[in-house]
Each structure stands twice: as structure tokens, then as C-alpha cells.
């Protein structure tokens, strides 16, 4: 009877681990999102003629979305048949314990039972030759009541627990058939871009000297605005460089009242030589901004909420034309009409610039300059301290293809740098 008793307070529930869905369950919702968001730029460019460059890319984007969808519901659907064979093992485990728990009780019903024939409580407590043993039959008594009461609540909760398993198994069973179904949609969609990504490139085939010549027309535009782009960032360094300097001369002077005017002048001319002009020389304060903005690599959010990439940044054939080299500094997004341009991170805005009838705002965040190209409705002026997220302006219409788009470029000091590794992944 003791070693019984003993066993069942030994004896602990067994439960199934359940897994975490919820990351799954978020990269599932930005999808669908990115998936509605650039099926609604096809609707629109499909109106428009002069768009059908862009309506290739923002196409290229949209296989690429579902097919990332679908790996994402095979995922799903993997976790769901795992969750489902944890939940029969599980279920397995709690029948075979339910069973084992049935028996012991059954027999520990039974001992009880063969003592009360033998003795009654009162008289095996009462029979005590001493009050040490009579407190000691009391216990035993009061553990065998426990044992027996915890071991029936033990045996309803097991059986509570096995229900609540086969109804977890027939939800899950529900969820796999929704996913197998809403993943047939996905790649009859996936078959159908990608129909129609053939045929818009036949017709592209057809046009190909037309646009080439737009391209090229638009690659030199490009390169004016860069060049404009790139001295108005060296002019910003040359500003932040004589500003630091006429501080440090002043701090210089003030420190050398001794009248070595020499050596003063001697000091400044060593220093200015040894520092580069392309360099931007940062205060203290600036230096935390930089190491916030470098800690931020690969985080930083893009500078519209939503849209698609329809040019990348690099050298590289252009994907529908490859007679044409594109050249880069930034990455091109096409988005709809009155999308707000928001500063990828705290800075202070060093130019609001009109280059060949496109608005440029520019914004430094230490020796790093993010560029916004084709802005309208400027909501900055040059000095202002703007914060993350902070909206600049709205992404204007590009009136080549009636289409909105915002070119957007990363610059550290006087070089620029790939942005696609800086900003988060979408």
C-alpha cells in the first residue's frame, strides 16, 4: 500500500509542447499585403501605355512576392503536420497514462477495501499501544483519502486533456485544408504573372529600339542629376569642414594668447592639409548621431510605407532592354499618387534642391547623406531637424510615364553606397 501511495504523489502530468507560429503568421501578413499592394500598381499601370517598363518591374516584383507567399504556406503548412503529430503523440502518451492511473486505482479501491473487511478505521486507530502509533495510523488513513482523491482529479483532468487534444487535431486539420486551398489560388495567380510577364516581354521585344532610345534619353537626364547631386554633397562637406575649422581655430587662438602666432598658423595649415576634403569632420554630437545611424544598418525603414522597387541600384543590363546599361547610385520605387516621403532617420536637412524640375531633399545623418529625389510638396527647408519616420513631402509624378515614382539614394560623404543594405527587408 505504501510503495502505491508513494507512486501516485510521485506522479507528474505529461504535456505537449506546443510551437510558436506567430513570426510565420507576421511574414504571412506582410506578404499579402506587399502581394495587394503591388497587384493594385498593376491595375493602374495596365491603363496607362507609356508605363509598360514599369509594369514589367512592378510585375517582376509581384511573381517574386508569391512565390515567396507560397514558400511561406508550405511553411505553414509543415508546422500545422508537425503540431499534428505532437498532438498524437501526445494524445497517445495521456491514453496509455489514462489507462495506467485506472489501474492503480482499481487497486488501490480494492486494498482499501480488503483492510476495511479485516478492521474498521476506529478500532485499527483506537488498537494503538501508544499515541506516536496512533498518530501515525491517523496519517496513513489521511494519505490514502488524498491519494485517492488526487488520483480520481488526475484521471478527469487526463481525460479533459484528451479531448482537448482531438479538438485541437480536427482545428488543425481545419487550418491545413485552408492553407493547401488559399496555396492552389497562389500558384494559379503565380501562373498567370508569369503568362503575362511572357507576354509583356514579346511586346517589349517589338518596341525595343523606341525604348532604348527613351533609356538612354533617361540615363543621361540621370547622370545630370547625379553630377548636381554630387557637388551639392561636396558643398556640404566643404560648409561642415570650414565650419568645424573656424571653431577649432577659434578654440586654437583663445588657447594660444602668448602671442606664437606662428606656430598657430603652422598648426591650422598642417591640419587642414591632413584632412580630406571629402571627408566630413564630425562634433561630438554628430559622431553618436553616425554610430546610431551605422547601428541601425539593415533596419532602417524605407522611405515610403509601401511600393514597389522598379529599379535597383548598381551597373547593370537592364532587365527588358539589356541593349541598355543602367547606371544607379539609388534605388527607384513606384508607388500611388499622394504617397508621403518620410526621412529614413534622424538628421538635419542640408538641401532642398530643384534640379531639372525635380525636387531634392537632403538630409544628413553624420557622414551619411540620404538623397530624395522627385519630391513634391516639401514640408522641410534647409536646418531643419527632422526625426524618423517624419514625413518630407510626397513622392511626385514622374511625367514620362505618368507613373509615381521617388528615386532614392544613400551617400557616405562623397560616395555613395548600395541602400538596399540598409534598408529593412520587405
Same mark, same amino acid.
Given at each position: 500500500?505504501?510503495?502505491?501511495?508513494l507512486?501516485?504523489?510521485?506522479?507528474?502530468?505529461?504535456?505537449?509542447?506546443?510551437?510558436?507560429?506567430?513570426?510565420l503568421?507576421?511574414?504571412?501578413?506582410?506578404?499579402?499585403?506587399?502581394?495587394?499592394?503591388?497587384?493594385? !500598381?498593376?491595375? /493602374?499601370? *495596365?491603363?496607362?501605355? %507609356?508605363?509598360?517598363? @514599369?509594369?514589367?518591374? +512592378? $510585375?517582376?516584383q509581384?511573381?517574386?512576392?508569391?512565390?515567396?507567399?507560397?514558400?511561406?504556406?508550405?511553411?505553414?503548412?509543415?508546422?500545422?503536420?508537425?503540431?499534428?503529430?505532437?498532438?498524437?503523440?501526445?494524445?497517445?502518451?495521456?491514453?496509455?497514462?489514462?489507462?495506467?492511473?485506472?489501474?492503480?486505482?482499481?487497486?488501490?479501491?480494492?486494498?482499501?477495501?480488503?483492510?476495511?473487511?479485516?478492521?474498521?478505521?476506529?478500532?485499527?486507530?483506537?488498537?494503538?499501544?501508544?499515541?506516536?502509533?496512533?498518530?501515525?495510523?491517523?496519517?496513513?488513513?489521511?494519505?490514502?483519502s488524498?491519494?485517492?482523491?488526487?488520483?480520481?482529479?488526475?484521471?478527469?483532468?487526463?481525460?479533459?486533456? !484528451?479531448?482537448? /487534444?482531438? *479538438?485541437?487535431?480536427? %482545428?488543425?486539420?481545419? @487550418?491545413?485544408?485552408? +492553407? $493547401?486551398?488559399?496555396?492552389?489560388?497562389?500558384?494559379?495567380?503565380?501562373?498567370?504573372?508569369?503568362?503575362?510577364?511572357?507576354?509583356n516581354?514579346?511586346?517589349?521585344?517589338?518596341?525595343?529600339?523606341?525604348?532604348?532610345?527613351?533609356l538612354?534619353?533617361?540615363?543621361?537626364?540621370?547622370?545630370?542629376?547625379?553630377?548636381?547631386?554630387?557637388?551639392?554633397?561636396?558643398?556640404?562637406?566643404?560648409?561642415?569642414?570650414?565650419?568645424?575649422?573656424?571653431?577649432?581655430?577659434?578654440?586654437?587662438?583663445?588657447?594660444?594668447?602668448?602671442g606664437?602666432?606662428?606656430?598657430?598658423?603652422?598648426s591650422?595649415?598642417?591640419?587642414?592639409?591632413?584632412?580630406?576634403?571629402a571627408?566630413?569632420?564630425?562634433?561630438?554630437?554628430?559622431?553618436?548621431?553616425?554610430?546610431?545611424?551605422?547601428?541601425?544598418?539593415?533596419?532602417?525603414?524605407?522611405?515610403?510605407?509601401?511600393?514597389?522597387?522598379?529599379?535597383?541600384?548598381?551597373?547593370y543590363?537592364?532587365?527588358?532592354?539589356?541593349?541598355?546599361?543602367?547606371?544607379?547610385?539609388?534605388?527607384?520605387?513606384?508607388?500611388?499618387?499622394?504617397t508621403p516621403v518620410?526621412?529614413?532617420?534622424?538628421?538635419?536637412?542640408?538641401?532642398?534642391?530643384?534640379?531639372?524640375?525635380?525636387?531634392?531633399?537632403?538630409?544628413?545623418?553624420?557622414?551619411?547623406?540620404?538623397?530624395?529625389?522627385?519630391v513634391?510638396?516639401?514640408?522641410?527647408?534647409?536646418?531643419?531637424?527632422?526625426?524618423?519616420?517624419?514625413?518630407?513631402?510626397?513622392?511626385?509624378?514622374?511625367?514620362?510615364?505618368?507613373?509615381?515614382?521617388?528615386?532614392?539614394?544613400?551617400?557616405?560623404?562623397?560616395?555613395?553606397?548600395?541602400?538596399?543594405?540598409?534598408?529593412?527587408?520587405?
Amino acid at each position: 500500500m505504501w510503495v502505491i501511495i508513494l507512486g501516485l504523489c510521485a506522479y507528474s502530468p505529461v504535456y505537449g509542447q506546443k510551437k510558436s507560429s506567430s513570426q510565420l503568421k507576421q511574414e504571412k501578413q506582410k506578404l499579402e499585403k506587399e502581394i495587394a499592394n503591388t497587384q493594385s !500598381l498593376l491595375k /493602374k499601370t *495596365e491603363k496607362n501605355q %507609356q508605363a509598360s517598363l @514599369q509594369q514589367a518591374a +512592378v $510585375l517582376r516584383q509581384q511573381i517574386n512576392n508569391r512565390e515567396k507567399y507560397i514558400t511561406t504556406l508550405n511553411n505553414e503548412i509543415l508546422q500545422i503536420e508537425v503540431q499534428q503529430e505532437d498532438n498524437q503523440q501526445t494524445i497517445n502518451t495521456l491514453q496509455k497514462k489514462l489507462e495506467y492511473m485506472k489501474t492503480d486505482y482499481a487497486q488501490m479501491v480494492y486494498m482499501a477495501y480488503r483492510h476495511r473487511r479485516l478492521m474498521d478505521k476506529i478500532t485499527f486507530i483506537l488498537a494503538a499501544d501508544n499515541f506516536r502509533q496512533m498518530f501515525h495510523r491517523l496519517r496513513y488513513y489521511a494519505m490514502i483519502s488524498k491519494s485517492m482523491h488526487d488520483q480520481v482529479a488526475q484521471i478527469n483532468s487526463t481525460r479533459d486533456e !484528451l479531448q482537448q /487534444k482531438n *479538438e485541437e487535431i480536427i %482545428q488543425l486539420k481545419g @487550418q491545413k485544408l485552408n +492553407v $493547401l486551398s488559399g496555396k492552389e489560388r497562389e500558384i494559379k495567380q503565380l501562373e498567370k504573372d508569369r503568362h503575362q510577364k511572357t507576354k509583356n516581354a514579346e511586346a517589349l521585344k517589338k518596341k525595343s529600339q523606341q525604348l532604348s532610345a527613351e533609356l538612354k534619353k533617361k540615363q543621361q537626364e540621370r547622370k545630370k542629376i547625379d553630377a548636381a547631386i554630387q557637388a551639392a554633397i561636396k558643398a556640404e562637406i566643404a560648409a561642415a569642414n570650414a565650419k568645424s575649422s573656424k571653431g577649432s581655430a577659434a578654440k586654437t587662438g583663445s588657447a594660444s594668447s602668448s602671442g606664437k602666432s606662428s606656430t598657430t598658423t603652422a598648426s591650422a595649415s598642417s591640419g587642414t592639409s591632413a584632412r580630406s576634403s571629402a571627408t566630413i569632420t564630425l562634433t561630438p554630437e554628430e559622431k553618436s548621431l553616425n554610430n546610431s545611424f551605422i547601428n541601425n544598418k539593415g533596419s532602417l525603414p524605407w522611405p515610403v510605407a509601401k511600393g514597389a522597387k522598379v529599379g535597383d541600384y548598381g551597373n547593370y543590363p537592364h532587365p527588358d532592354v539589356p541593349s541598355v546599361t543602367v547606371e544607379s547610385h539609388g534605388i527607384d520605387i513606384m508607388t500611388e499618387a499622394g504617397t508621403p516621403v518620410r526621412a529614413i532617420f534622424q538628421g538635419e536637412v542640408t538641401a532642398v534642391l530643384d534640379i531639372m524640375g525635380s525636387k531634392v531633399v537632403m538630409i544628413r545623418h553624420g557622414e551619411y547623406i540620404s538623397v530624395y529625389q522627385n519630391v513634391t510638396g516639401v514640408k522641410v527647408k534647409k536646418g531643419d531637424k527632422v526625426t524618423t519616420k517624419q514625413t518630407i513631402g510626397t513622392v511626385a509624378k514622374n511625367s514620362a510615364t505618368n507613373t509615381y515614382e521617388l528615386h532614392f539614394e544613400l551617400w557616405k560623404n562623397d560616395a555613395h553606397v548600395n541602400p538596399n543594405s540598409w534598408l529593412a527587408r520587405r
